[in-house]
């Protein structure tokens, strides 16, 4: 390389956008993922010992996929080679296979092949690779925001380790914001800025765990912010980083009275019936950047609690938001969270089971059991029929409706009412059922 060319490349380095400017380049600088690269990890001793075979980084963007496979190129001694699938071809990897085979043959070294979202790539391309993959003649490094049980071959599958990266910690986001601030090698420490803490965690909280977000806003305020006359600094508050990342500040405390009142009016108008209500304050607090498995759970709560037997499909439907939410991210999440949303505040409502496990609970605790009525006890195992254990039950299948008048409850409780069903939804149904049952048997 010249004077010239280094030269060129020195100012395309400087000149480079913030976040890539801001990779880092060892394991030791690398934030966030602990879950696969500890110290100690399997990862982590790959990568240190340059032992890596082939693996899929599978993950949102943001969270480090083409980074981590950049420390990867910085750590080994192989022929380190990168394509991204949306431009690259077959021809492209013939040239890299082909380049691969000379410098395994002549120099004993390993050719590595980074390929960025290999989701994009077709089955006939993936499907080139395979052999190549199989036989060491390139270690595949593959990269995709996509599913790669479902994206990606089943035999490529099988000859690589699928690691799933996650969105970051909002203390690892935070960590980049400041280090990107403040330093004045790879960061933005040379224009003097200054950032507030409130400034840091709202554009933490909205990253949403996408460190490239950060430093796109972060390269934005400080290049856009004129500097305070007096101390000739610029100042990146809360509202600076709000209007570069064309987003309302809301007052959202996730640790404050914010978060609790907003939390309380969301579960009290699924508690009133009230859907727009409850939608609008779970869009709030999707806009705040509240964790969504916390939001599911409250849905849950509400649906079992304020629900109940009125509709006992309420329970069934938060769950499987939940899970949906697991499965999807945001911000596709926010659809089946409404829709949780939506029927458990218009499903009917009860807390008779509350009610009822809450009296449970409490002559479970204060009343002095002794044993189970003997005829409900285990009566299968030798010797059962000589201690009186389970002579005299009867079976409920066959009665009429299947059902028998028999006392269940302990002899001490026997005639407490702990269960009284509501009047509303299934529920109702489940009353009249019990009530002309009870009554048949007087």
């Known amino acids: 390389m010249d004077i010239f060319e280094y030269a060129h490349q020195n100012r395309i380095k400087q000149e480079a956008p913030l976040a890539s400017r801001m990779r880092p380049a060892t394991l030791d600088e690398f934030m966030g993922q602990k879950h696969i690269l500890s110290e100690g990890s399997h990862l982590y001793r790959s990568i240190k010992a340059d032992r890596l075979s082939s693996v899929i980084f599978y993950g949102p963007s943001g969270t480090g996929k083409t980074t981590l496979a950049r420390v990867i190129a910085n750590q080994t001694s192989a022929d380190f080679r990168q394509i991204n699938a949306t431009v690259a071809g077959k021809k492209d990897m013939v040239e890299i296979v082909e380049q691969a085979k000379v410098t395994r043959a002549g120099f004993g070294r390993k050719t590595i092949l980074f390929i960025d979202e290999i989701h994009r790539f077709n089955k006939a391309q993936q499907d080139y690779l395979l052999p190549f993959v199989e036989d060491g003649t390139v270690t595949l490094i593959g990269a995709t925001t996509e599913n790669p049980y479902f994206e990606v071959n089943g035999a490529l599958i099988s000859r690589s380790t699928i690691y799933e990266l996650k969105p970051l910690d909002k203390e690892d986001i935070r960590a980049i ?41 972060v390269e934005l305020a400080v290049l856009t912010t004129p500097p305070e006359p ?49 939608v609008y304050y779970l869009a709030k607090m999707l806009y705040a950047g509240e964790d969504v498995n916390f939001i599911a759970r409250r849905i849950m709560i509400c649906a079992a609690e304020d629900v109940g037997c009125a509709d006992p499909r309420a329970l069934q439907i938060a769950v499987a938001a939940q899970q949906a939410v697991h499965l999807l991210g945001m911000p596709e999440a926010r659809i089946p969270l409404a829709e949780a949303v939506i029927y458990v505040a218009g499903a009917p409502k009860s807390n008779s089971a509350v009610m009822a496990i809450d009296k449970a609970m409490a002559l479970v605790e204060q009343t002095d059991i002794r044993e189970v009525p003997s005829h409900l006890r ?40 702990i269960y009284e069903p509501g009047t509303l939804g299934y529920e109702k149904n489940m009353k009249e059922r019990l009530d002309r049952l009870k009554n048949r048997n007087e």
């Open 378 to 417: 285990d009566g299968h195992y030798p010797g059962a029929s000589k201690l009186g254990r389970g002579l005299d039950y009867k079976y409920a299948h066959d009665f009429p409706e299947h059902y028998v008048k028999q006392q269940y409850l302990p002899d001490e409780l026997e005639g407490t009412k």
């Open 230 to 278: 007096e101390q000739e600094q610029i100042h990146i508050t809360t509202q600076v980083i709000a209007e570069c990342i064309q987003r309302k500040n809301l007052r959202y405390d996730k640790d404050g009275d914010n978060h609790y009142d907003t939390i309380s009016a969301f579960i009290k108008s699924m508690r009133g019936s009230d859907p727009d209500a409850a």
């Open 177 to 217: 914001i400041l280090k990107a601030v403040y330093d004045r090698e790879k960061g933005m420490g040379m224009y003097h800025a200054v950032i507030d803490d409130e400034a840091a965690d709202f554009l933490a909280d909205f990253s949403g765990g996408d460190a490239r977000t950060a430093l796109n806003a």
